[in-house]
């Protein structure tokens, strides 16, 4: 779960119009103000709380994708979308400090070892496994209904020979099993991966036969997504523990939808779009028409006098709104548009009754039509 449950703008101080630099800027100011090493120590705990919420707040504001996020949905809606490790990854911290002779990857350890270790530690090996990303593309009614896809993916497993070593180990003589070196950096103290063993604390004295010293194995598995109704192009999943094998637990599967469009059906949110054509007698005499809806067809009243182009709601037959939750789950509406169709190729019976027709019908009969002859005398009259 996220951090803090403040508002962003209003942790760092900023207004919701500041740019990435105004960000910047003032995420600078407060880290060296709260720097846990920069207080007194009876206020270092205090201290380390204030600099992971504001470090929260510049790794959701400074990523535009994050941010827009959270301008639209707010905490709540952000919050269900986003987990600590997801905000904090690939968070840009490069240019911080660099004035101050600290790198962005070192600030990223800091914090990596305030959060447990997110952001850097040991070895992606004996740590935790690498996040996996896929695609997966669904038929439109898969996606408006929901269902369970099987897909295959490739991934690294810990090798069950050597359970993730890869192979006999000895401690690393440089870092003496600590995995890292301590340096002074001003006004705080640095801990770098330790450059013999890359973080391990050991070394491979002799490497698996299985893994051939990795310590994971490449594997085929078949895992289980299931598709909630309602899901759209463009919208991810995330499948937690479905990614690679490490020693301190799996990584994450995250899957990329993309929905086939329909044959008939389009959709704009929740509501689904159908044209529907009707007879032109239909359209003046008005009739009861079946109209089709994802579950099957539902019976429609067209009002005598319809003219092409109207719109009909059918309440409830749409796609079930993906944001709303629980019992609160609602449907769409089905939106008929009726497409009154001019008969082509008449015989010559069909054609008489239709001229019969025509004499007898008075302007009043086409009242639309008067009125816009009507408007178009005054246009052009001289």
Not at 35 to 40: A, F, G, I, K
Not at 102 to 109: D, V
Not at 111 to 135: I, K, P, T, V
Not at 234 to 260: C, N
């Amino acid at each position: 779960m996220p951090i803090t449950n403040r508002d962003y703008y209003e942790v760092l101080g900023v207004a919701k119009t500041a740019s990435v630099d105004d960000i910047k800027r003032a995420y600078r100011a407060l880290a060296m103000k709260h720097h846990p090493d920069r207080v007194e120590a009876a206020h270092k705990k205090e201290a380390e709380e204030k600099f992971k919420e504001i470090s929260e707040a510049y790794a959701v504001l400074s990523d535009p994708q994050k941010r827009q996020v959270y301008d639209q949905y707010g905490h709540a809606g952000f919050d269900q979308r986003y987990t600590t490790e997801d905000i904090f990854r690939n968070a840009d911290f490069s240019s911080i400090f660099e004035d101050a002779g600290i790198g962005g990857s070192i600030f990223e350890e800091i914090l990596g070892g305030m959060f447990g270790g997110g952001l850097g530690g040991r070895s992606q090996r004996s740590g935790r496994g690498s996040d996996l990303e896929m695609a997966l593309e669904v038929d439109f009614e898969e996606a408006a209904l929901g269902v369970t896809k099987t897909v295959t993916v490739p991934r690294r497993e810990i090798c069950e020979t050597c359970k993730g070593s890869g192979g006999e180990r000895v401690t690393c003589t440089t870092c003496k099993g600590a995995g890292q070196i301590r340096q002074s950096a001003g006004f705080m103290v640095i801990a770098r991966p330790c450059p013999k063993c890359s973080g391990e604390g050991s070394t491979l004295k002799k490497a698996c036969p299985a893994c051939r010293g990795d310590g994971r194995i490449r594997f085929e598995r078949k895992i289980e997504v299931k598709v909630p109704a309602g899901i759209e192009t463009g919208m991810r999943l995330r499948l937690s523990g479905e990614g690679e094998g490490g020693t301190r637990g799996r990584g994450d599967l995250y899957v990329h939808l993309r929905v086939r469009p329909h044959a008939i059906f389009r959709r704009d949110g929740a509501d689904l779009q159908v044209d529907y054509p009707i007879s032109i007698s239909h359209a003046a005499l008005g009739a009861e028409v079946d109209v089709p809806t994802l579950s099957g067809r539902v019976s429609m009243k067209v009002p005598a006098g319809t003219q092409s182009g109207t719109v009909f709601r059918v309440r409830g037959k749409g796609i079930a709104d993906i944001q709303s939750t629980g019992r609160s789950v609602r449907n769409g509406d089905l939106l008929v548009r009726v497409i009154v169709e001019t008969p082509a190729n008449l015989n010559g019976m069909q054609r008489k009754l239709f001229e019969e027709l025509g004499r007898g019908l008075g302007e009043e009969s086409y009242p639309s039509r008067r009125s816009f002859l009507s408007k178009l005398k005054d246009l052009f009259r001289d």
